[in-house]
Protein backbone atom coordinates (compact mmCIF):
# COMPACT_ATOMS: atom_id res chain seq x y z
CA UNK A 1 0.00 0.00 0.00
CA UNK A 2 1.52 3.06 -0.92
CA UNK A 3 -0.80 5.51 1.10
CA UNK A 4 -3.42 6.04 2.99
CA UNK A 5 -6.01 8.59 2.06
CA UNK A 6 -8.31 8.89 5.09
CA UNK A 7 -9.99 6.61 7.39
CA UNK A 8 -13.11 7.49 9.71
CA UNK A 9 -15.64 5.47 11.46
CA UNK A 10 -17.85 4.13 8.28
CA UNK A 11 -16.17 4.16 5.06
CA UNK A 12 -12.45 4.66 4.34
CA UNK A 13 -10.57 5.35 0.62
CA UNK A 14 -7.11 3.99 0.41
CA UNK A 15 -4.76 4.24 -2.31
CA UNK A 16 -3.33 0.64 -3.59
CA UNK A 17 -0.07 0.41 -5.89
CA UNK A 18 -1.25 -2.03 -7.73
CA UNK A 19 -4.56 -4.13 -9.23
CA UNK A 20 -6.55 -6.38 -7.32
CA UNK A 21 -6.22 -8.87 -9.96
CA UNK A 22 -2.69 -9.42 -9.44
CA UNK A 23 -3.48 -9.96 -5.16
CA UNK A 24 -3.86 -12.91 -3.34
CA UNK A 25 -6.83 -12.95 -0.88
CA UNK A 26 -4.12 -13.23 2.03
CA UNK A 27 -2.89 -10.12 0.85
CA UNK A 28 -6.00 -8.44 0.66
CA UNK A 29 -7.01 -9.44 4.05
CA UNK A 30 -3.70 -8.04 5.32
CA UNK A 31 -4.03 -5.03 3.73
CA UNK A 32 -7.37 -4.66 5.53
CA UNK A 33 -5.87 -5.09 8.78
CA UNK A 34 -2.56 -2.70 8.34
CA UNK A 35 -4.85 -0.19 6.73
CA UNK A 36 -7.54 -0.03 10.26
CA UNK A 37 -4.04 0.45 11.88
CA UNK A 38 -3.39 3.89 10.31
CA UNK A 39 -6.35 5.79 10.74
CA UNK A 40 -4.31 8.79 11.91
CA UNK A 41 -3.30 9.89 8.43
CA UNK A 42 -5.26 12.01 6.54
CA UNK A 43 -3.74 13.23 2.87
CA UNK A 44 -3.49 17.14 2.57
CA UNK A 45 -5.37 16.17 -1.15
CA UNK A 46 -8.12 13.48 -1.01
CA UNK A 47 -9.38 14.12 -4.86
CA UNK A 48 -8.37 10.77 -6.04
CA UNK A 49 -8.62 11.81 -9.76
CA UNK A 50 -5.79 9.94 -10.56
CA UNK A 51 -5.63 6.32 -9.08
CA UNK A 52 -6.16 2.96 -10.72
CA UNK A 53 -7.14 1.22 -7.52
CA UNK A 54 -9.38 2.42 -4.72
CA UNK A 55 -10.27 0.61 -1.66
CA UNK A 56 -13.01 0.84 0.61
CA UNK A 57 -13.80 -0.80 4.18
CA UNK A 58 -17.23 -0.96 5.12
CA UNK A 59 -18.55 -0.80 8.46
CA UNK A 60 -22.09 -0.12 8.14
CA UNK A 61 -24.51 1.45 5.92
CA UNK A 62 -25.77 4.53 5.90
CA UNK A 63 -29.31 5.27 7.01
CA UNK A 64 -29.88 8.55 5.47
CA UNK A 65 -32.39 8.57 2.60
CA UNK A 66 -31.57 9.15 -0.81
CA UNK A 67 -34.23 10.99 -2.40
CA UNK A 68 -33.17 14.16 -2.19
CA UNK A 69 -29.85 13.23 -3.93
CA UNK A 70 -30.94 11.30 -7.09
CA UNK A 71 -33.74 11.57 -9.80
CA UNK A 72 -37.39 9.63 -9.16
CA UNK A 73 -37.27 6.76 -10.76
CA UNK A 74 -33.19 5.67 -10.44
CA UNK A 75 -32.37 2.02 -9.21
CA UNK A 76 -31.76 2.18 -5.01
CA UNK A 77 -28.48 1.17 -4.16
CA UNK A 78 -26.73 0.31 -1.11
CA UNK A 79 -24.88 3.75 0.48
CA UNK A 80 -21.89 3.91 2.52
CA UNK A 81 -20.85 7.47 3.74
CA UNK A 82 -18.52 9.37 5.99
CA UNK A 83 -17.55 12.83 5.65
CA UNK A 84 -14.94 12.29 3.01
CA UNK A 85 -17.63 11.01 0.31
CA UNK A 86 -20.20 8.75 -0.52
CA UNK A 87 -19.76 4.63 -2.38
CA UNK A 88 -23.66 3.89 -4.03
CA UNK A 89 -23.87 0.19 -4.64
CA UNK A 90 -25.26 -0.90 -7.79
CA UNK A 91 -25.51 -4.57 -8.66
CA UNK A 92 -23.47 -4.10 -11.59
CA UNK A 93 -21.92 -0.74 -10.62
CA UNK A 94 -20.39 1.14 -8.42
CA UNK A 95 -20.25 4.94 -7.52
CA UNK A 96 -17.89 6.78 -5.43
CA UNK A 97 -18.82 10.35 -5.15
CA UNK A 98 -16.07 12.47 -3.11
CA UNK A 99 -17.18 16.01 -2.40
CA UNK A 100 -16.24 19.13 -3.10
CA UNK A 101 -18.28 21.95 -1.94
CA UNK A 102 -21.74 22.78 -2.18
CA UNK A 103 -20.98 24.79 -4.79
CA UNK A 104 -18.42 23.26 -7.21
CA UNK A 105 -19.73 20.07 -7.11
CA UNK A 106 -19.27 15.99 -7.03
CA UNK A 107 -15.90 14.18 -7.71
CA UNK A 108 -17.61 11.17 -9.32
CA UNK A 109 -15.69 7.76 -10.34
CA UNK A 110 -18.11 5.12 -11.37
CA UNK A 111 -16.50 0.92 -11.56
CA UNK A 112 -17.60 -2.29 -13.13
CA UNK A 113 -14.61 -3.94 -12.10
CA UNK A 114 -15.81 -4.63 -8.19
CA UNK A 115 -14.16 -7.27 -5.75
CA UNK A 116 -15.39 -8.15 -2.23
CA UNK A 117 -13.34 -10.26 0.12
CA UNK A 118 -13.53 -11.62 3.70
CA UNK A 119 -16.65 -10.83 5.71
CA UNK A 120 -17.88 -8.04 2.39
CA UNK A 121 -15.77 -5.19 4.85
CA UNK A 122 -13.66 -4.66 2.01
CA UNK A 123 -14.38 -3.54 -1.40
CA UNK A 124 -11.61 -2.84 -4.40
CA UNK A 125 -12.95 -0.85 -6.85
CA UNK A 126 -10.20 -0.88 -9.70
CA UNK A 127 -10.04 0.71 -13.19
CA UNK A 128 -12.52 3.41 -13.19
CA UNK A 129 -15.05 3.56 -16.42
CA UNK A 130 -16.30 7.07 -15.86
CA UNK A 131 -14.21 10.04 -14.27
CA UNK A 132 -16.38 12.86 -13.71
CA UNK A 133 -15.27 16.24 -14.45
CA UNK A 134 -13.02 18.48 -11.71
CA UNK A 135 -16.46 20.65 -11.26
CA UNK A 136 -19.85 21.27 -12.20
CA UNK A 137 -21.15 17.47 -12.00
CA UNK A 138 -23.63 16.49 -9.56
CA UNK A 139 -24.38 12.48 -9.20
CA UNK A 140 -28.21 12.14 -9.90
CA UNK A 141 -28.54 8.66 -10.01
CA UNK A 142 -28.23 5.18 -11.72
CA UNK A 143 -30.73 3.02 -14.23
CA UNK A 144 -29.68 0.09 -15.08
CA UNK A 145 -26.25 1.00 -16.92
CA UNK A 146 -27.46 4.72 -17.36
CA UNK A 147 -25.51 7.66 -15.29
CA UNK A 148 -27.82 10.59 -14.64
CA UNK A 149 -25.89 14.07 -14.02
CA UNK A 150 -26.86 17.39 -13.09
CA UNK A 151 -24.54 19.67 -14.84
CA UNK A 152 -23.63 23.70 -13.56
CA UNK A 153 -22.24 26.13 -10.74
CA UNK A 154 -25.35 28.39 -11.47
CA UNK A 155 -29.12 28.85 -11.05
CA UNK A 156 -29.23 27.21 -14.76
CA UNK A 157 -28.75 23.47 -14.82
CA UNK A 158 -27.89 20.95 -17.45
CA UNK A 159 -28.82 17.65 -17.92
CA UNK A 160 -26.53 14.68 -19.52
CA UNK A 161 -27.06 11.09 -19.68
CA UNK A 162 -24.23 8.52 -19.90
CA UNK A 163 -24.04 5.04 -21.24
CA UNK A 164 -21.84 3.28 -19.27
CA UNK A 165 -21.73 0.38 -21.93
CA UNK A 166 -20.26 2.84 -23.96
CA UNK A 167 -19.03 5.56 -21.66
CA UNK A 168 -20.52 8.30 -24.02
CA UNK A 169 -23.28 10.54 -23.53
CA UNK A 170 -26.94 10.31 -25.42
CA UNK A 171 -28.74 13.07 -24.16
CA UNK A 172 -27.12 16.56 -23.20
CA UNK A 173 -29.47 19.57 -22.72
CA UNK A 174 -30.74 22.33 -20.18
CA UNK A 175 -33.75 21.23 -17.89
CA UNK A 176 -36.17 22.17 -15.07
CA UNK A 177 -37.99 20.02 -12.31
CA UNK A 178 -40.16 17.68 -11.75
CA UNK A 179 -38.06 15.57 -13.40
CA UNK A 180 -38.72 11.44 -13.27
CA UNK A 181 -37.41 8.03 -15.44
CA UNK A 182 -40.79 5.52 -15.24
CA UNK A 183 -39.81 1.42 -15.69
CA UNK A 184 -40.01 1.87 -19.17
CA UNK A 185 -36.72 4.31 -19.42
CA UNK A 186 -38.80 7.49 -20.90
CA UNK A 187 -37.09 10.73 -18.78
CA UNK A 188 -40.02 13.29 -18.34
CA UNK A 189 -38.51 16.78 -17.56
CA UNK A 190 -39.31 20.65 -18.66
CA UNK A 191 -36.75 22.32 -21.02
CA UNK A 192 -37.11 25.73 -22.54
CA UNK A 193 -39.76 26.64 -25.06
CA UNK A 194 -39.37 29.10 -28.18
CA UNK A 195 -42.31 30.39 -27.35
CA UNK A 196 -42.10 33.94 -26.11
CA UNK A 197 -43.57 34.85 -22.52
CA UNK A 198 -46.34 37.81 -22.86
CA UNK A 199 -49.04 38.49 -20.43
CA UNK A 200 -51.17 36.06 -21.60
CA UNK A 201 -49.38 32.90 -21.17
CA UNK A 202 -47.61 33.60 -18.34
CA UNK A 203 -49.51 33.91 -15.39
CA UNK A 204 -46.64 36.01 -12.93
CA UNK A 205 -45.45 38.33 -16.26
CA UNK A 206 -46.27 41.44 -14.57
CA UNK A 207 -44.74 41.02 -11.33
CA UNK A 208 -41.71 39.15 -12.94
CA UNK A 209 -41.10 42.19 -15.21
CA UNK A 210 -41.73 44.50 -11.91
CA UNK A 211 -39.35 42.91 -10.18
CA UNK A 212 -36.16 42.86 -12.87
CA UNK A 213 -36.89 39.24 -14.19
CA UNK A 214 -37.19 37.57 -17.48
CA UNK A 215 -40.14 35.52 -17.76
CA UNK A 216 -39.75 32.53 -19.85
CA UNK A 217 -42.21 29.72 -21.39
CA UNK A 218 -41.32 26.14 -20.44
CA UNK A 219 -42.17 23.36 -21.97
CA UNK A 220 -42.56 19.19 -20.53
CA UNK A 221 -40.51 16.90 -22.94
CA UNK A 222 -39.56 12.90 -23.01
CA UNK A 223 -36.14 11.50 -23.89
CA UNK A 224 -37.35 7.62 -24.76
CA UNK A 225 -33.91 6.27 -23.23
CA UNK A 226 -33.96 2.82 -25.70
CA UNK A 227 -34.87 4.93 -28.83
CA UNK A 228 -33.18 8.02 -28.30
CA UNK A 229 -36.34 9.60 -29.36
CA UNK A 230 -36.54 13.26 -27.56
CA UNK A 231 -39.87 14.52 -27.38
CA UNK A 232 -42.35 17.75 -26.62
CA UNK A 233 -45.61 16.95 -25.53
CA UNK A 234 -46.94 20.67 -25.88
CA UNK A 235 -47.61 20.86 -22.30
CA UNK A 236 -46.60 24.46 -21.26
CA UNK A 237 -45.71 27.17 -18.06
CA UNK A 238 -43.98 29.75 -16.78
CA UNK A 239 -40.43 30.17 -16.08
CA UNK A 240 -37.60 32.27 -15.17
CA UNK A 241 -34.26 33.34 -16.93
CA UNK A 242 -31.63 32.48 -14.50
Request: include cysteine; aromatic fraction near 10%.
Given at each position: ????????????????????????????????????????????????????????????????????????????????????????????????????????????KVYNDVNVYA????????????????????????????????????????????????????????????????????????????????????????????????????????????????????????????
Amino acid sequence: MSKIIRTTLILSLIIVGCSTKDRSENQMNSLKKDSLLKDSFILENPILQTLDTIKVILFEKSSENNNEVQFEGTDKPNIYQDSLGTLFKYPNYSVVILKQNEFAGDIIKVYNDVNVYADSAVIYLANPIYNGAEMGEWFKGLKDKYLFLDLGTGPDRGLDVVDLSTRKSILVCSYSTPISIDTNFVITFYTDSEEEATPKNHPQFKELIEGGVTPTIEEECTFNIKTRELLRTGRKRGGVMN
